[in-house]
T-cell receptor
Framework: GAVVSQHPSRVICKSGTSVKIECRSLDFQATTMFWYRQFPKQSLMLMATSNEGSKATYEQGVEKDKFLINHASLTLSTLTVTSAHPEDSSFYIC???????????????FGPGTRLTVL | GDSVTQMEGPVTLSEEAFLTINCTYT??????LFWYVQYPGEGLQLLLK?????DKGSNKGFEATYRKETTSFHLEKGSVQVSDSAVYFCALTQGGGGNKLTFGTGTQLKVEL
């Protein structure tokens, strides 16, 4: 239970293009989804928190216009990296939280991550 | 603000050795505490959690006890296996849901035959 998927798992794009990453909760409804970024051998950095149907809340220093987050349904959130540049290359991980009784509340379940490489 | 401090790695152990990864935290109120594990190239998996003082979380032979008096949540396993090699993250969240996780820097564990 509590499975979160991400697609794609790996993407390589040219500088200046936009890339969309999907995050899905497969067997539960996610009340809140989170997007993280992880640099090699470092911890996770929270980028933004999103609730279904409302605007995402971005962490300080994260550009809203560059990292567009859409949380259109209780099982899907997307992160779009617009006009990507090499410095945006990173491992992006989403997580989802649920209030459903079958799973732990107050616990984030993580996706497998998406490796973005911008050439 | 809240913070989590973990022992630096990498930690290298022989198979069947005893493991301790230290984790201490600074937080207001009564946070929930977690250990997550990350295998190479993958996302994080919840290993165990504890939501109140003196709770013990356990899973797959790992355990950690929420010690409010020492603000600690050390991870232990009696006998590690090569398959336990991964990065372990200690984290906390303030209760109520929808609240962000505060992570430690992660500790890499390498288990050798």
């Amino acid at each position: 239970g509590a499975v979160v998927s991400q697609h794609p798992s790996r993407v390589i794009c040219k500088s200046g293009t936009s890339v969309k990453i999907e995050c899905r909760s497969l067997d539960f409804q996610a009340t809140t989804m989170f997007w993280y970024r992880q640099f090699p051998k470092q911890s996770l950095m929270l980028m933004a928190t999103s609730n279904e149907g409302s605007k995402a809340t971005y962490e300080q220093g994260v550009e809203k216009d560059k990292f567009l987050i859409n949380h259109a349904s209780l099982t899907l959130s997307t992160l779009t990296v617009t006009s990507a540049h090499p410095e945006d290359s990173s491992f992006y991980i989403c997580s989802a939280e649920t209030s459903g009784r079958a799973f732990f509340t107050d616990t984030q379940y993580f996706g497998p991550g998406t490796r973005l490489t911008v050439l | 603000g809240d913070s989590v401090t973990q022992m630096e790695g990498p930690v290298t152990l022989s198979e069947e050795a005893f493991l301790t990864i230290n984790c201490t935290y600074t937080a207001t109120g009564y946070p929930s505490l977690f250990w997550y594990v990350q295998y190479p190239g993958e996302g994080l998996q919840l290993l165990l959690k504890a939501t109140k003082a003196d709770d013990k979380g356990s899973n797959k032979g790992f355990e950690a006890t929420y010690r409010k008096e020492t603000t600690s949540f050390h991870l232990e396993k009696g006998s590690v296996q090569v398959s336990d090699s991964a990065v372990y993250f200690c984290a906390l969240t303030q209760g109520g849901g929808g609240n962000k996780l505060t992570f430690g820097t992660g500790t890499q564990l390498k288990v050798e035959l």
